[in-house]
């Protein structure tokens, strides 16, 4: 047992009763004397005659044994003698332990101000140097305006985003988006009835044994365990990588070939609420309760701490992102009550509107998806209603009540006509976009599988539209469609320990992935 002030072993140990450590008695009660009667390493008060004890040693041998120093008279203790300069010495080393005692903890402290002093610098510095991009920009963009206004044109404008704080519609779509728009989903409607007849059947048939012999293949825990929590995750279109956005503000890239974490990337001031991959350009797009959407280049492995460019617009907390089917639009929707639009390519808000009847931003729009077609878009909200907007005109264009509780959770089916959606009591309904009607509705309370029912965090239709993956509670439960009007749950993954936050199928149906906040990230496929 060494003394926590001098490092020493102590020659009359003693001990606090209050933190258990251990000191030399007259370097304690020296310290004690200076410092107002407070513990040197814990700073409490400390009682003399009731916190300190002295610690007996050897009690079996004789003192003299140990201490065979001789008595020594008072008479002879003078200023020459031997004894009063080993006295003397004795303070002189015990005020020098007390000194460097003190030192020790005034350098400890000094450390950590330092340090705090270091990051407050580094975040400032970093602070400073957005800001300063943002006016560059700012002044780039009126410029911009000016030349315009100058030569009596408004065309180069169109685009533009004109940030206004009292109208939430920030500008209306271009003719020649909406176009682009229009063409893109005539297309894809068209080739709707070859997914029905040929490339449904054939991806629903990787699936067949999906019930009975899938199980947990692997499970990754990369990102921090202080934080624990992983929120969203994102398969790429070849189905070589996942990407997970946690409560530790980061994104991670995973390797399903190598089996390695590539890339890292941390920008986001705080944790990350959705994540996806461009299908065609080397891009992924994080949103994050920080307001801020952002948009990485993954040509790189490596850690990422500069994003290629930051979308913002929303007041609060983007819950949600979708990628319109050419690639080049994105739409976000907030916990402001707005949705909005952006042009990738530009890095512009071309429009931002709120749901309706959430002028005062009493609703919350908590999640939102494109139509695989692209021509219209879905919204769910914290009123419990589903809302279906029209792209061209930016218009609300239909309401669906069904919903009791909030409305957390959307997916629509790569058929069409199919839309699901999930709500925070635990019921699950299927909507006939041609019907505009529910055709069936699952209570996922009331499901045998249904171990620890919870919210629906999340769903997802699986590429063909006969099985769709429910993140409800610690679980992943898997729904399939019986008959045109029929759906059952037929699979319940009970892996998780924490809520699954997040489930999706791999494009080729290969495997399934999902997120909890036991902050796993989980595959599962046919082994």
């Known amino acids: 047992m060494l003394c926590a002030i001098s490092g020493l072993l102590p020659t009359e140990p003693v001990v606090s009763v209050k933190s258990g450590h251990v000191f030399e008695k007259r370097l304690l009660f020296k310290h004690l004397e200076l410092n107002q009667n407070r513990c040197p390493v814990t700073n409490e008060e400390l009682d003399i005659a009731h916190d300190i004890v002295s610690i007996q040693t050897c009690t079996n041998l004789k003192s003299s044994t140990l201490n065979p120093t001789p008595a020594v008279s008072n008479d002879i203790l003078n ?184 890339g890292t990337l941390q920008g986001h001031q705080k944790k990350i609420s959705h994540i996806l991959f461009h299908p ?29 460019q930051t979308l913002r617009g929303h007041q609060d907390a983007v819950t949600m992102t979708s990628l319109h089917a050419t690639g080049d639009y994105l739409l976000s929707s907030s916990l402001d009550g707005n949705w909005a639009f952006y042009d990738l390519h530009r890095g512009q808000r071309l429009v931002q509107q709120p749901l309706d009847n959430s002028n005062e931003r009493s609703e919350k729009a908590l999640c939102i998806e494109f139509h695989p077609d692209g021509g219209i878009f879905g919204i769910g909200s914290s009123s419990s209603g589903l809302q279906m907007w029209d792209v061209k005109s930016c218009s609300n264009v239909v309401t669906f009540e069904d919903h009791a509780a909030p409305v957390t959770a959307i997916s629509f089916s790569e058929n069409g006509y199919h839309l699901m959606s999930g709500s925070s009591n635990g019921i699950v309904h299927l909507w006939d976009l041609r019907k505009l009607k529910t055709i069936y509705s699952i209570d996922i309370k009331s499901t045998e599988n249904a171990k620890s029912p919870g919210n629906i965090q999340a769903l997802s239709f699986d590429p063909s539209g006969t099985f769709v993956a429910l993140a409800s509670g610690a679980q992943v439960l898997i729904a399939k469609e019986l008959n045109k009007s029929e759906w059952s749950v037929v699979k319940s993954f009970d892996d998780h320990k924490a809520n699954v936050m997040a489930a999706e199928f791999a494009s080729d149906s290969s495997f399934l992935a999902s997120a909890s906040m036991d902050r796993s990230v989980k595959i599962f496929k046919q082994p």
Not at 285 to 303: A, G, M, R
């Open 280 to 308: 065609t350009a080397s891009l992924l797009i994080s949103s994050s309760y920080d307001k801020d959407i952002k948009t990485w280049s993954l040509d790189n492995n490596k850690v990422q701490t500069d994003s290629l």
């Open 79 to 262: 200023p020459t003698s031997i004894p009063t300069l080993l006295q003397t010495f004795q303070n002189e080393w015990d005020a020098v332990m007390l000194e460097t005692f003190t030192l020790r903890q005034h350098l400890e402290k000094t450390r950590q101000e330092l340090s705090h002093a270091l990051y407050q610098h580094d975040a400032a510095c970093r602070v400073i140097a957005r800001l300063n991009a943002e006016n560059a920009e700012l002044r780039s963009t009126m410029e911009t305006l000016s030349r315009s206004s100058v030569n009596g044109t408004t065309e180069s404008t169109k685009d533009v985003p004109m940030e206004s704080v009292g109208d939430p519609q920030v500008a209306s779509l271009s003719e020649v988006l909406l176009n682009k728009v229009d063409g893109t989903q005539k297309t894809l409607a068209k080739e709707r009835k070859e997914f029905k007849k040929k490339i449904a059947p054939e991806r629903a048939e990787k699936l067949q044994n999906l019930a009975t012999d899938w199980k947990v293949t692997s499970s990754h825990t990369w990102h921090e365990s202080e934080k624990p929590g992983v929120l969203s995750l994102a398969i790429n279109a070849s189905c070589t990588k996942i990407a997970s956005g946690g409560v530790d503000k980061r994104v991670q890239i995973f390797d399903m070939t190598t089996q390695q974490v590539v």
